[in-house]
Structure formats: structure tokens, C-alpha cells
């Protein structure tokens, strides 16, 4: 990956309006993702909806600075232009849903965070989290954008929440992000709700 200091430098140079960027992650719900890598540790960090590339930016900061091999992998459906893909960043362009299980399914055994940010639908968002449910173990993070915002989000992270399988938080985000871990109380995977 590049070095800490050019992430720093050009999240620096957006928060001063060098870059014009839109963005749909604000600075605090990318400082949580960044603090959320630093806590969790994983050994692979799964994007769906990369976007202009603003927030997996964050997340690799959070890698890089940890010092361990972190494999960090984004995915969006659309070949746009990216603020910022670092070149140790796998960039995939396709259907996350669809191809979820190619990403998930050789690195079962591996420690993941996942942020899902892509379609908003309800209807997209329980495609995408069934697509990886059954690929998520013990201590395994899944981070949803656009809890608070967006209606199918907001009705997918409920449904979670009901189901008890899961550890739940929800962060105080204009938009916010809800984060779902698998207990560590055993070593099973968990069923779709």
C-alpha cells in the first residue's frame, strides 16, 4: 500500500477544497470506519459501493497504520472515475451480490469487516447481505451506510436487529451507520434472518 502520510495528505487536501468531491460519507462516518478497522484488526476489509473511493481510502489508512497484512478489496457496479484506489486496494467492477460468494468463499477462515453502501433498495441491501451471510463467523463486522437515511437500509438493519443473531450498534450519523458483529460465543456461521 501507498504510505499513511499521502492518505493523510489528500484527505487533508479534500477537507481544504483542493479536490471537489462529492461525497456521501461524511468525514465523521469515515473516521468510524477507520476506527472500526483499528479495533477489529481484520484480515480482510470487503467494500460493496466504492463510489468515488472516499471511504475505503479510510479504511486502508486504517490497515496501513496497523502494520499487519490487511487484504482490503472494493466493489462497485460502476467503472467511474475514483478519488482515491491505492494500488494494494483490489478494485472490482460488477454486481457485489452476484459476486460476493468469488470474494468471500476461498477467505472463510479469515477475520473479516465488511461495509455495505451499495444499492439502497430494501430490496438491494438484503441481496447484498444474504450474498455474504453465510460467509461471516464469530467476531466477523458487517457496517451498514445509510441506516438513519435511507427507508430499505433502514427496514433491512431492523429485521437484523429482531433477529438477535447479532451484536448491534448504531452510530449517531447524519446518515448513519449501524455495525453488526457475530458473537463470539461459538464458532458458527450465522443463517440469514
Same mark, same amino acid.
Given at each position: 500500500?501507498?504510505? %499513511?502520510?499521502?492518505?493523510?495528505?489528500?484527505?487533508?487536501?479534500?477537507?481544504?477544497?483542493?479536490?471537489?468531491?462529492?461525497?456521501?460519507?461524511?468525514?465523521?462516518?469515515?473516521?468510524?470506519?477507520?476506527?472500526?478497522?483499528?479495533?477489529?484488526?481484520?484480515?480482510?476489509?470487503?467494500?460493496? !459501493?466504492?463510489?468515488?473511493?472516499?471511504?475505503?481510502?479510510?479504511?486502508?489508512?486504517?490497515?496501513?497504520?496497523?502494520?499487519?497484512?490487511?487484504?482490503?478489496?472494493?466493489?462497485?457496479?460502476?467503472?467511474?472515475?475514483?478519488?482515491?484506489?491505492?494500488?494494494?486496494?483490489?478494485?472490482?467492477?460488477?454486481?457485489?451480490?452476484?459476486?460476493?460468494?468469488?470474494?468471500?468463499?476461498?477467505?472463510?477462515?479469515?477475520?473479516?469487516?465488511?461495509?455495505?453502501?451499495?444499492?439502497?433498495?430494501?430490496? !438491494?441491501?438484503?441481496?447484498?447481505?444474504?450474498? %455474504?451471510?453465510?460467509?461471516?463467523?464469530?467476531?466477523?463486522?458487517?457496517?451498514?451506510?445509510?441506516?438513519?437515511?435511507?427507508?430499505?437500509?433502514?427496514?433491512?438493519?431492523?429485521?437484523?436487529?429482531?433477529?438477535?443473531?447479532?451484536?448491534?450498534?448504531?452510530?449517531?450519523?447524519?446518515?448513519?451507520?449501524?455495525?453488526?458483529?457475530?458473537?463470539?460465543?461459538?464458532?458458527?456461521?450465522?443463517?440469514?434472518?
Amino acid at each position: 500500500m501507498g504510505n %499513511i502520510e499521502d492518505l493523510l495528505d489528500k484527505r487533508a487536501m479534500v477537507r481544504e477544497g483542493t479536490y471537489k468531491l462529492a461525497r456521501w460519507a461524511s468525514e465523521e462516518e469515515a473516521q468510524i470506519l477507520y476506527a472500526n478497522v483499528i479495533e477489529y484488526r481484520p484480515d480482510l476489509i470487503v467494500e460493496c !459501493g466504492t463510489a468515488n473511493g472516499w471511504t475505503i481510502a479510510w479504511m486502508a489508512a486504517a490497515a496501513l497504520s496497523l502494520g499487519k497484512k490487511i487484504e482490503v478489496i472494493t466493489v462497485d457496479i460502476s467503472n467511474r472515475p475514483k478519488f482515491y484506489i491505492d494500488p494494494a486496494v483490489e478494485y472490482v467492477v460488477g454486481d457485489f451480490s452476484l459476486i460476493a460468494s468469488d470474494i468471500l468463499e476461498p477467505r472463510q477462515d479469515i477475520s473479516k469487516l465488511i461495509f455495505l453502501d451499495g444499492d439502497h433498495s430494501y430490496n !438491494g441491501v438484503r441481496r447484498d447481505w444474504d450474498s %455474504i451471510c453465510s460467509y461471516i463467523k464469530s467476531g466477523d463486522v458487517v457496517l451498514f451506510h445509510d441506516s438513519k437515511g435511507e427507508r430499505g437500509v433502514r427496514r433491512c438493519v431492523r429485521q437484523l436487529k429482531r433477529s438477535e443473531l447479532y451484536y448491534a450498534k448504531d452510530y449517531k450519523t447524519h446518515n448513519g451507520i449501524t455495525r453488526f458483529q457475530v458473537p463470539k460465543d461459538d464458532g458458527n456461521s450465522r443463517d440469514s434472518a
